[in-house]
């Protein structure tokens, strides 16, 4: 199953609302000082995500 689709303003203000309640820059340096390997998210912006779909 192939999801498609495009990110709006709304939808990553909401997530951001919802899952980024700290910086990620502390969140980062709070896993590193733990000693664990920090997880890394890329998220494109949403011109990013509009020319990726216009391609398809």
Known sequence: ???H???IDETI????SRVCKV???EKYKEFE???T???ICLFSIVDACQNIN???
């Open 1 to 3: 199953m192939v999801r």
């Open 23 to 25: 910086l990620l820059q």
């Open 54 to 56: 216009e391609l398809i």
């Open 13 to 16: 203000d909401m997530h951001k």
């Open 37 to 39: 390997n920090p997880p």
């Open 5 to 7: 689709g495009c990110l």
């Open 33 to 35: 000082s733990e000693g």
